[in-house]
């Protein structure tokens, strides 16, 4: 019996490491080209400079901020399908040991490289840098396939956390292109 459940876990490895490689940004972009996406989005991704706001975060003045702060993100996985762009980023959360957090992106854009479509469909809690990857990796596949997240959102993952938000308070505005904080009727009346 150990032998076989020995056998199915090697097999389920082999399955997910194989899959993984599948998205790995070095066999499908350049490191140029990776470095574009990270400084594409890096302003929707990450937080707004002293005296920065959403509606001013595209002035030339915040160029410098915004390709140091693109420094700080890590592109973990790619796929393109159907038109989009998927990616997975990571970045460095303020902790006592060294942690991550990750956001799963979807995103389209036209053949200037303007972006037309971006959503962030997930971010997760932080993470040590391993627990990072296996459930970055985990959710980023399943984001790719379509599949529904929300046995993985915060109120429905039980004591295991891997999606801090959507939650039922906050959610992913792709107009405003920004996490935005539901109105407290409209939270009241999904529930």
């Not at 399908?81 to 040991?97: M, T, W």
């Not at 956390?161 to 939650?167: C, W």
Request: charged content about 30%; hydrophobic content about 35%; proline content about 4%.
């Amino acid at each position: 019996m150990r032998v076989l459940i020995a056998l199915f876990m090697l097999i389920l490895l082999g399955a997910c490491t194989s899959s993984n490689k599948s998205y790995s940004p070095e066999a499908q972009l350049s490191e140029r080209e990776q470095k574009e996406i990270l400084y594409t989005t890096v302003r929707y991704l990450g937080h707004l400079p002293k005296k920065g706001t959403h509606e001013n975060k595209f002035n030339a003045d915040f160029d410098e901020y915004y390709s140091k702060l693109a420094l700080d993100f890590t592109l973990e996985a790619y796929h393109k399908k159907n038109g989009y762009e998927y990616f997975l980023v990571s970045r460095i959360a303020p902790s006592f040991k060294v942690k991550k957090v990750a956001t799963g992106v979807k995103m389209k854009r036209d053949a200037n490289g303007e972006v037309t479509y971006y959503e962030e469909v997930f971010r997760t809690w932080k993470f040590e840098v391993p627990e990072m990857l296996e459930k970055g990796l985990m959710l980023f596949d399943k984001m790719v396939q379509e599949q529904d997240l929300s046995p993985y959102y915060n109120a429905n993952s039980g004591e295991e956390e891997f999606i801090e938000f959507p939650d039922g308070k906050i959610q992913y505005d792709t107009v405003q292109r920004r996490w935005i904080v539901k109105e407290p009727s409209e939270v009241l009346t999904q529930k």
